[in-house]
């Protein structure tokens, strides 16, 4: 049985003195021992973020990482950094960083190398835009999203990756992907993980739907077979994101 993993993506949002009012607000709301629980916060936030779960079910991640060790790369943070910082997760590959600051598919198996390599527990984004489901290239594209990400990275390790499956289209907008529509796409996807490597390891990987997820509709999506967590942006902000954690209650 995999277990469930709920991780709020909280995006450009929180200033470090905001982060920690919500910190405690949410405190109380996101006890589930049958989920694992996430705040991927922005980088300013995670040392206060980290302070403040402590003692606490919550995981904290990142919203990205630079592949590089260390140097002369401005703006940017490595593995190193986070760990010390004390994160566990990192997301990379959200289709904000792909569209916004011209991400490639290169660079995000660049960044799950060095995620794995040093021990940080990687959340890998993938979706396809509207136009794309509209061509009905939806699976084509998720499977060569995914292929590229993964090439050089073992069963054992790909086992401890969480892939989120998040239609661009789904994401800020509202509209939900039917739990049918994600679940086709997210059974895709363990297919795929079954094609690189084997069943195990296909058996063993989480899969997150994230998109436009909430309070609402939560429970419905969180049923499907292959459907392991969410990765939720808005409701992750508020109160709500505790029913979301408490889905099962
Ligand atoms: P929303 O939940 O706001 O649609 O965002 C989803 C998302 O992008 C999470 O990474």
Redesign the pocket.
């Known amino acids: 049985m995999r277990k469930k993993i709920i991780a709020g993506?909280w995006?450009m949002n929180e200033t470090p003195s905001e982060a920690l009012k919500l910190v405690e607000t949410l405190k109380p709301l996101v006890n589930n021992p049958d989920v694992d629980v996430v705040y991927?916060v922005p980088a300013i936030d995670i040392v206060p973020v980290v302070n403040a779960v402590k003692g606490t079910n919550v995981h904290v991640g990142a919203e990205n990482l630079y592949f590089e060790d260390k140097g002369a790369y401005t703006g940017e943070i490595s593995a190193d950094m986070l760990l010390d910082a004390g994160v566990e997760y990192v997301?990379m590959g959200?289709?904000?960083r792909r569209g916004y600051f011209h991400e490639t598919d290169d660079d995000i198996n660049k960044k799950l190398l060095k995620a794995l390599e040093k021990g940080l527990k990687p959340i890998v984004?993938c979706g396809e835009s509207l136009e794309q489901r509209e061509e009905g290239i939806t699976e084509d594209w998720i499977r060569m999203q995914i292929k590229i990400a993964f090439k050089g990275v073992s069963a054992d390790q790909a086992k401890g990756v969480v892939i989120?499956y998040?239609p661009i289209w789904?994401?800020?907008?509202?509209k939900t992907a039917t739990s049918e529509q994600a679940e086709e796409v997210c059974k895709a996807i363990r297919e795929t993980i079954g094609e690189i490597y084997d069943e195990a390891t296909a058996d063993a990987i989480r899969i997150q739907y994230?998109?436009?997820?909430?309070a609402g509709n939560c429970k419905e999506l969180l049923a499907m077979p292959d459907i392991d967590g969410g990765?939720?942006?808005?409701?992750?902000l508020k109160p709500d994101f505790g029913t979301i954690v408490n889905y099962n209650k």
Not at 170 to 174: L, R
């Open positions: 993506n995006k991927c997301i959200h289709s904000e984004c989120a998040e789904a994401i800020g907008t509202g994230g998109g436009s997820m909430n990765l939720i942006g808005g409701a992750s």
